[in-house]
DNA sequence: GCTCTCCTTACGGAAAACCGTAAGGTTTTG
DNA sequence: CAAAACCTTACGGTTTTCCGTAAGGAGAGC
């Protein structure tokens, strides 16, 4: 079982909560922070001394208030941490039930559970703690049936991609552009019509907006 | 100060956090609740008993499970208890932090609070209370900053309805039909570019699709 | 009454999205 | 190797969106 555990939560209730849990098994070692940039530099801290963390456990969405932050979501902690400590497993324990990003966080951060909080969050925490201390994955059951479920199969890197340039409004011709320039293939404007058409097809949509607005609502956005 | 207040929320940490806030503030009679449903009933049946609530805390979002519910999001539940029992009074306790959804809420369905979880959460939920016992309404700072501050201010509902019309896929022309049959007005095509063109500018939005995308950001959809 | 202003509607043209078809390449398969 | 299947790109036409301009109508103020 892991020995030095942060607890990333803004909300004290949760952050207690969990707590409670960490010491009915037995982890020597907690920390408590509400802040995503605090649990940043705690974590490198620790690593730089020697004594690194074996788990994050990480909420999405932190409020903000009258503290600046450079790290504003759980979403943008697990990028940077993945990246720069690959070997810290993280779970992710939240609110966010949206299927997309779990197979999102899953898929390309590589977290190592993502627990949905709700009415028995905290029982499903502890049966990820230990499938995670096995190095195993654990995704909450509800989402986990969503995903092999119907949607969000099927979807690749590219499909999110050409989603988010036009949620931001790039029409499809700059959006070939930018295919072509980040190396992204297909990329002629014929082809990202195509991959669009395949896209709306896929989830019912009418059109561009439709699609953008259906993507929002899964979390794939 | 309220007598009988009914909580609503699906997480039992969370629940039990605003219970410790009303016994503090000597209210003799608190129901808690996980599922909208239950709240619905329960408040259907004290009404019918002439043992009204006088207040319900609600959080809005709330996680489906096994049990299949009728009424599955706070905002449904509030809809629904505005109309059938307008004198009940209804603090949103949640952790969105959506302006715009606090202003949706508090202007079309006029509830009396709106008060963010977050990390002062409780303290503001106390304030929310004093106010809301004196007919008045309590909005969270950080809320309230964003409201008055820039963005969905000079937003109608007629904007509102455009923009979920959208959202769901519908060309420009049979928005206007729709806006017709609804006896929206203006209602010719003309009018809805020139609408449409208006929120763009507001918004900072490339085209529809952006649009959309920067209005769901925002909590208005 | 009148004019002025504001609101609504109408129209026309350019840009973008949508849709089908087909040509040119590449990979798979026998 | 050759045929088939598949992928990528290209092109033309229709619909929708985007944008400017202008005409028609209702109300405000003089």
Same mark, same amino acid.
């Given at each position: ?5 942060? /607890?990333?939560?803004?909300?004290? &209730? ?6 409670? $849990?960490?010491?009915? $098994? ?27 963390y074996d +788990? ?41 039930? %949206?299927?997309? +990003? ?7 951060q590589h977290?190592n559970g993502?627990?949905? %909080?709700?009415?028995?969050? $905290?029982?499903? $925490? ?12 654990? #995704? &909450? ?5 969503? /995903? ?6 099927? /979807?690749?890197?590219?499909? #999110?991609?050409? *989603?988010?340039? +036009? ?5 499809? @011709? ?9 190396? *992204? @293939?297909? &990329?002629?404007? @014929?082809?990202?019509?195509?991959? +669009? ?22 979390? *794939?956005?």
């Amino acid at each position: 079982m892991f020995k030095k555990v942060l /607890i990333a939560d803004d909300l004290i &209730s949760v952050n207690s909560g969990v707590e409670t $849990l960490l010491n009915e $098994l037995h982890i020597p070692q907690i920390t408590k922070v509400q802040y995503c940039d605090d649990a940043y530099l705690k974590i490198k801290e620790a690593h730089k001394n020697g004594q690194a963390y074996d +788990l994050l456990i990480t909420d999405l969405s932190f409020i903000p208030d009258h503290r600046t932050q450079k790290i504003i979501s759980g979403k943008q902690l697990v990028v940077v941490l993945k990246k720069e400590f690959p070997k810290l497993k993280i779970i992710v324990y939240t609110v966010e039930d %949206k299927a997309g +990003l779990a197979d999102n966080l899953i898929n390309t951060q590589h977290i190592n559970g993502y627990v949905s %909080k709700g009415r028995n969050g $905290l029982a499903e $925490l502890k049966e990820a703690l230990k499938l995670v201390a096995k190095d195993k994955t654990y #995704i &909450s059951p509800a989402i986990q049936q969503i /995903i092999t479920g119907s949607a969000t199969k099927n /979807i690749t890197h590219n499909d #999110i991609i050409l *989603l988010q340039l +036009l949620s931001q409004g790039m029409p499809q @011709s700059q959006i070939s552009n930018y295919f072509k320039t980040h190396q *992204l @293939s297909p &990329s002629s404007l @014929s082809a990202i019509e195509k991959q +669009l058409n395949r896209l709306r097809d896929y989830f019912g949509a009418k059109n561009a907006t439709h699609l953008v607005s259906i993507a929002k609502d899964l979390g *794939l956005l």
